[in-house]
């Protein structure tokens, strides 16, 4: 873990071999927020869901983020939690 903090403080490009999860939090730490949320609507599964409503979330498009974490069986966040 702290490798990839370290990764996203100092890289331009993210670490080779990121699973697609990893790698979409990674570019939105990096501030990619449409490469991120591109490779997050690819994840066809609960966690995929879970990321795509936190980018929503911080996004500040909170009505989308609460579908997503619908999708994803978790309870909604706001944008301050």
Do not use: T
């Amino acid at each position: 873990v702290d490798e990839l903090l370290s990764s996203v403080e100092s890289d331009v490009d993210p670490p080779a071999g990121l699973n697609p999860l990893v790698l979409s939090l990674w570019l939105a730490q990096k501030g990619r927020w449409d490469a991120s949320h591109e490779v997050a609507q690819d994840i066809h599964e609960s966690d995929g869901s879970w990321v795509h409503a936190y980018l929503h979330r911080v996004e500040g498009d909170i009505g989308n983020a609460r579908y997503w974490y619908s999708r994803a069986g978790k309870p909604a966040k706001s944008a301050d939690d």
